[in-house]
């Protein structure tokens, strides 16, 4: 496959600075540049891609090849956002001495997948500010479950009771507030440790993984097509970007794309999503300052989207919509009439709502300036999708890498530089608008045709990623392909792993009430974020 | 003021009458699976596309010939159609009132004789009538019932789910199933709880935090499993970190399937956990009007 001439001459150009240290992997799409290098060159190749390219580290994973080559193989995922590709640097790590040096300092964004790979496959790491583990909890044994000799139904003895040690914050009239992992509302579990001073909050710990359900190793047990609706149950409130994303992964590793229909429906889904959860948030945060009169129109216009979900897919949260290859079932005219007539009946209700909100200011006054993330620190820890673009992060895949019936519809993405809780909302409420226009555009150019590509047979031993701009940011899979229809590796990746930290900076100086609208506005995934 | 004062008012009610009337599904909504037992010639297709594990067999010797057992679990159905799409003995209907008060009542089974060429053919034994709930659980019921009375105060647990039941079970707080009209509260602590909604499949990170939840929750307490991982742990099954279903860790009173159960199943489960169904023997458990026997425990 031809690279994109830009990633070529990225290539030609680190190849002459680095010599022969550094070779260059095929790949199946003209997007991805694998570059395989040694160990000692990965701080070296990190900041030459983060400084002189803008790469931004938009993930970090391993993969255990020791039965293979030998070696346990850390990927660091640059996005080059400018030229609409991806690099990807792959360094062997020797079995015998397990130890990776941390970019952490340099890049704070890796901090969590950093702990994640030394949790899952052992590999220490060296330099890192905040070792601890973190996806399993202190009271596992030694056990490196995304290693290949580990068994997935690994019986593990009980708990031992050993308790988290969190980091003291002392001083006159400190104290700590523990809040979790069972929460007072209808929400995942995860524990928040506040050390407050009187109300501001001073620092933040978040202890998360509580739901890991072991996804990530269970992919490497079924087969492809099971992996889609396992997929689909990452997080449940964005099954479908997460199915779609998988299928992007497995369909660009087989060189398949699907047809204009099936990318054309998948688009429309995708926006389904980003209705029912845009403004099922919109109305939380409402809730959560005590104007439930709006949540109740709001809770009542995602009703109506999920009822229509309902009627298009079978789902009322389009599982078992996604297969590889496309889709598994076509919108017939009397669908298409009911999306349509959804589309105009819920901007108008929208409207209505959003006028509701607007003469309320007494909304407005707990929503500005607080849980501010300046775009600063949005930058240096990576926030992606509805958070970045609330501070100042101008991206969104649907538009700078097109995927699915993206480049087919117009539309605009919504970029504020506040970074408070209302600019959050008001990302929501402007996405919002321009997903009424992006299915009226599909609905209008939807081309006539096959749903599905077949894929009979996917070729082993291949990589490539999927990605899609699901509405909470963007969500990347990918997948090292075995013989057999099966995965010898398949990492996901959701925003919200991403996100977290961001929360401890946004909360810092507010007071504790104001948490739950905080939290609300980010409203990250738990389960994406364990899996 | 006026303007939401106006609004509201030009809404009107939008509170569906469920369970008094049928649930508002839309016909092409995939519920629960429904299986021609006497024409079914092969369960092997619908096993191997299963990705949970709702449809499983096992051969065994009987006799000279070999005895094929199938069962079909709603329990670890996650409701996505893909049997009915290699099956034509298999049928998606959507009937979305499942829970059961018995894991037994979500499993059916079927015998037959298996042919030479690996598809079977003669029905040895139908799924049939299934028996009543035995005494001991009916008097254990009716006493929680007169203690809990005709409020209840639940307490939501996600053990470890996707955040699909979460989904769905924050949509009975909305305008339209309105869980408040039936005295149903939702409450912020065990404490104040008599009804334990937990998701699942458990995880090894809140086994123990599930297990204080309930230990948490003064007596008389009821517990309910949610959505197909709740009951069985769903595609996830048991492995190195989940413990599978709810009742590997702490006893249930009634399981709700789905994968996520709508918002009707949710009510349906509940209601039916404090005897708040209204008499309609024939739609009390879809199990019913079916015909289908349970499997052994």
New interface residues.
């Given amino acids: 496959m031809n690279l994109l001439p830009e990633l070529r001459s990225i290539l030609d150009e680190v190849t002459q600075r680095f010599g022969t240290q550094i070779r260059h992997a095929p790949a199946t799409q003209p997007d991805e540049l694998y570059l395989l290098a040694p160990l000692e060159l990965a701080g070296a190749l990190c900041s030459t891609f983060y400084r002189k390219y803008h790469g931004r580290l938009a993930g970090v994973f391993a993969e255990d090849a020791r039965a293979g080559e030998h070696a346990f193989f850390v990927y660091y995922v640059y996005a080059l956002d400018g030229v609409r590709g991806f690099v990807l640097v792959r360094v062997p790590i020797l079995p015998e001495n397990p130890e990776m040096n941390s970019v952490t300092n340099a890049v704070p964004a890796a901090n969590w997948q950093e702990r994640e790979i030394q949790d899952l496959f052992g590999i220490k790491l060296i330099g890192h500010p905040n070792p601890r583990r973190c996806v399993l909890h202190d009271d596992w044994p030694e056990v490196y479950p995304l290693r290949k000799d580990f068994d997935l139904h690994s019986k593990l003895p009980p708990f031992t009771g050993v308790r988290h040690k969190f980091r003291e914050v002392e001083g006159e009239a400190v104290f700590q507030v523990p809040v979790g992992p069972v929460h007072a509302g209808i929400i995942e579990p995860g524990h928040f440790l506040f050390s407050v001073a009187g109300e501001p909050v001073l620092y933040l710990q978040l202890r998360m993984f509580y739901v890991h359900k072991g996804i990530e190793k269970l992919f490497e047990n079924l087969p492809i097509h099971h992996c889609v609706r396992l997929a689909e149950s990452i997080s449940g409130d964005s099954g479908f970007a997460h199915a779609v994303a998988f299928c992007h992964a497995v369909e660009r590793a087989a060189g398949v794309e699907a047809p204009a229909r099936a990318r054309a429906l998948r688009t429309l889904c995708l926006e389904l999503e980003r209705l029912y959860n845009h403004v099922g948030d919109i109305g939380a945060i409402c809730a959560d300052v005590a104007f439930i009169t709006a949540n109740m129109h709001a809770m009542r216009l995602r009703e109506r989207v999920l009822r229509v979900n309902e009627e298009l897919t079978g789902n009322r949260l389009l599982r078992g919509m996604a297969c590889v290859g496309g889709v598994r079932n076509d919108f017939d005219a009397e669908q298409l009439r009911a999306l349509a007539k959804l589309v105009d009946e819920f901007e108008k209700g929208f409207n209505d709502l959003v006028d509701l909100i607007r003469g309320n200011s007494g909304t407005r006054d707990r929503l500005e300036t607080t849980g501010v993330l300046t775009p600063q620190v949005a930058l240096d820890l990576g926030i992606v999708g509805i958070a970045g673009r609330a501070s100042g992060f101008d991206h969104d895949l649907r538009r700078d890498v097109p995927h699915d019936f993206y480049d087919q519809v117009q539309f605009s993405v919504p970029v504020f530089t506040e970074g408070d809780v209302q600019r959050r909302m008001d990302v929501r409420r402007e996405e919002l608008l321009q997903s009424f226009g992006i299915i009226r555009q599909v609905l209008e150019k939807l081309p006539a045709g096959p749903i599905k590509a077949e894929i009979h047979e996917v070729p082993a031993d291949r990589v490539a990623m999927g990605f899609v701009e699901g509405w909470r940011g963007e969500i990347f899979h990918w997948v090292h392909t075995a013989p057999g229809n099966r995965l010898a590796r398949c990492k996901v990746k959701d925003p919200s792993l991403q996100n977290w930290p961001a929360l401890s900076e946004a909360i810092m100086g507010n007071i504790i009430p104001d948490f739950p609208v905080v939290n609300k506005s980010f409203n990250l995934s738990y389960s994406g974020t364990d899996r | 003021m006026f ?2 004062l106006r ?2 008012l030009r ?1 009107g009610v ?1 509170t569906t009458s469920y369970p008094e009337t049928p649930a ?3 016909s ?3 519920g629960r699976p429904e299986i021609d037992w006497e024409q079914w010639k092969d369960a092997r297709l619908a096993a191997a ?1 299963c ?2 594990g709702a449809i499983e067999f096992v051969d065994e010797p009987a006799g000279s010939a070999v005895r094929r057992n199938v069962a079909l679990d709603l329990g670890k159905c ?5 049997c009915a ?1 290699v099956d034509p003995a298999i049928r ?1 209907t959507n009937a979305c009132e499942l829970a059961a008060c018995l894991r037994e009542d979500l499993r059916h089974m079927a015998q037959y004789r298996l042919n030479d060429d690996g598809t079977h053919q003669r029905l040895l034994e139908a799924p049939g009538k299934p028996e009543t709930l035995d005494t001991v659980g009916r008097q254990l019921r009716a006493s929680i019932q007169s203690v809990l009375g005709r409020s209840l105060h639940i307490r ?16 009975l ?4 199933y309105d869980i408040e009209r039936f005295g149903i509260h ?1 409450v ?3 404490r104040h709880a008599d009804m334990l909604l937990v998701t699942g ?1 458990v ?7 599930l297990r204080k ?1 309930y230990d948490a929750t003064p007596e008389p307490r009821l517990v309910v499993a949610v959505g197909a ?1 709740g009951c069985s742990g ?3 099954g ?5 413990c599978g279903g709810v009742d590997s860790v702490i006893p249930v009173n009634v399981y709700i399937p789905g ?2 159960p ?1 918002p009707h199943a949710l009510l349906h489960g509940i209601l039916l956990a404090i005897g708040r169904l209204p008499q309609k023997p024939s739609r009390r458990n879809d199990a019913d009007a079916q015909g289908i026997k349970h499997a052994p425990a």
């Fill in positions: 303007e939401t609004q509201s809404t939008v508002e599904v839309s092409r909504a995939r596309v990705p949970s996650i409701f996505c159609g893909l799409d998606i939501q647990v996600d053990a470890g789910s996707c955040n699909g039941c979460e989904m769905e079970i924050h949509g707080n909305n305008p339209v939702f912020a602590s065990p499949p995880t090894r990170n809140m086994e123990l935090a939840t991982c769903g595609i996830f048991r492995n190195y970190a989940t994968c996520p709508n």
